[in-house]
């Protein structure tokens, strides 16, 4: 089973600043197979990025996925008040299909 | 407008049994794979099964497997999730998630990515 650990695990920021999240990987993910998305509570999760760097419908370009191999980034380039939320990558490269166990993007 | 319904949730006692149903809506369900995934209270997310959109193949995680069964029925345009043997551990919401290509699950990586969400049903296992 692939293990994705992403960190940090709390990223505190102000609105309009620039986010970086990281999603490490126990191994190679094939083809880039990772995609991001965003949860907000009590919502059901939202897709962000497949492909590692390809925004899925209607995601603003703020949001933007690069890496491949075993390391993986997803940039939100100025935080909007509705970004605030926690962030899960997952691989979809080989079965079982796994998630990382989030980071929190907080207001500070 | 692509709509799941989740229902069946509720508490059951350790070993004990539920059957989950997700109803779809909006989009046409036989050409799509569709999977159920769980969070349980406070945690991350976890990928427990899939089916193929003929039904003719499904996948569960280690977790799971030989207790939970996934299935469809694409003229009623719902996925099941039926639950023995439960546990504990198993206490999560659990979502059904459409899949993002259409085609075999094994050969069309964007079939195992979640494009749309239920709102998700809570199951409780504790006596």
């Known amino acids: 089973e692939i293990v994705l650990t992403q960190s940090p695990g709390t990223l505190s920021l102000s609105p309009g600043e620039r986010a970086t999240l990281s999603c490490r990987a126990s191994?190679?993910?094939?083809?880039?197979?990772l995609a991001w998305y965003q949860q907000k509570p009590g919502q059901a999760p939202r897709l962000l990025i497949h492909?590692?760097?390809s925004r899925a419908t209607g995601i603003p370009d703020r949001f933007s996925g690069s890496g491949s191999g075993t390391d993986f980034t997803l940039t939100i380039s100025r935080l909007e008040p509705e970004d605030f939320a926690v962030y899960y990558c997952?691989?979809?490269?080989?079965?079982?299909?796994?998630f990382g166990q989030g980071t929190k993007v907080e207001i500070k | 407008e692509v709509q799941l319904l989740e229902s069946g949730g509720g508490l059951v006692q350790p070993g004990g049994s539920l059957r989950l149903s997700c109803a779809a809506s909006?989009?046409?369900?036989?050409?799509?794979?569709m999977s159920w995934v769980r969070q349980a209270p406070g945690k991350g997310l976890e990928w427990v099964s899939a089916?193929?959109?003929?039904?003719?193949?499904?996948y569960y995680a280690d977790s799971v497997k030989g207790r939970f069964t996934i299935s469809r029925d694409n003229s009623k345009n719902t996925l099941y999730l039926q639950m023995h043997s439960l546990r504990a551990e198993d206490t999560a919401v659990y979502y059904c998630?459409?899949?993002?290509?259409?085609?075999?699950?094994?050969?069309?990586?964007?079939?195992?990515?979640?494009?749309?969400w239920g709102q998700g049903t809570l199951v409780t296992v504790s006596s």
């Open positions: 492909g590692a760097s």
């Open positions: 089916i193929s959109a003929s039904g003719g193949s499904t």
């Open positions: 191994q190679s993910v094939s083809s880039s197979y």
């Open positions: 909006g989009f046409t369900f036989s050409s799509y794979a």
């Open positions: 997952q691989q979809y490269g080989r079965s079982p299909w796994t």
């Open positions: 998630a459409k899949g993002e290509g259409s085609g075999n699950i094994v050969v069309v990586p964007t079939a195992r990515i979640f494009d749309y």
